[in-house]
T-cell receptor, first 113, second 112 residues
Framework: KAGVTQTPRYLIKTRGQQVTLSCSPI?????VSWYQQTPGQGLQFLFE???????NKGNFPGRFSGRQFSNSRSEMNVSTLELGDSALYLC????????????FGEGSRLTVL | GDSVTQMEGPVTLSEEAFLTINCTYT??????LFWYVQYPGEGLQLLLK?????DKGSNKGFEATYRKETTSFHLEKGSVQVSDSAVYFC???????????FGSGTRLQVQP
């Protein structure tokens, strides 16, 4: 079956702008989570959604937000972009029966200039 | 809070050498433990996992044993190949919270 699909794969924004990233989970998976990967901070958990509800949230400012739709697709939004938001944003999906196994997409690489 | 510490890289080995990447963790509960691998330009792939103490995860010749007494989950492979060159991440997921805490990653370079 198809894997986790993230769009766009690459994008460039300038400081102060906002960005929306999209994630389509594996068919049948209802949990979607987001991670930020940077050289300095490594991989950090942003948030997790299940059945359109945010269940868990990492330690990021309110500029980072997300949502999940009824078809389990998810979007994350970053407003008022800062240079430090440049990162690879990874989406992962899972079904509840997988003992916690997350399936990751290839990521969206955001560059903020 | 939860944390994962893994050895600094890069680790450079010759083909067919033995590999060990150390990983230790701190967690308040009884986490599940994972090793993920990231190849250049790609996302993360689950390599192996263990969900309780003394479990051994294995896949593609890689192994790791969940050691509760030493809070460790070291990754081993008996004979590495050039195709194993990648970044390896140790991670934990605490019970009831579907959020992974990752180590900093260890880059493995295997030379022919």
């Amino acid at each position: 079956k198809a894997g986790v699909t993230q769009t766009p794969r690459y994008l460039i924004k300038t400081r102060g702008q906002q960005v929306t990233l999209s994630c389509s989970p594996i068919s049948g998976h209802r949990s979607v989570s987001w991670y930020q990967q940077t050289p300095g901070q490594g991989l950090q958990f942003l948030f997790e959604y299940f059945s359109e509800t945010q269940r868990n949230k990492g330690n990021f400012p309110g500029r980072f937000s997300g949502r999940q739709f009824s078809n389990s697709r998810s979007e994350m939004n970053v407003s008022t972009l800062e240079l430090g938001d440049s990162a690879l944003y990874l989406c992962a999906s899972s079904s509840l029966g997988d003992d916690g196994e997350l399936f990751f997409g290839e990521g969206s690489r955001l560059t903020v200039l | 809070g939860d944390s994962v510490t893994q050895m600094e890289g890069p680790v450079t080995l010759s083909e067919e050498a033995f590999l060990t990447i150390n990983c230790t963790y701190t967690a308040t509960g009884y986490p599940s433990l994972f090793w993920y691998v990231q190849y250049p330009g790609e996302g993360l792939q689950l390599l192996l996992k263990a969900t309780k103490a003394d479990d051994k995860g294995s896949n593609k010749g890689f192994e790791a044993t969940y050691r509760k007494e030493t809070t460790s989950f070291h990754l081993e492979k008996g004979s590495v190949q050039v195709s194993d060159s990648a970044v390896y991440f140790c991670a934990l997921m605490d019970t009831g919270r579907r959020a992974l805490t990752f180590g900093s990653g260890t880059r493995l370079q295997v030379q022919p």
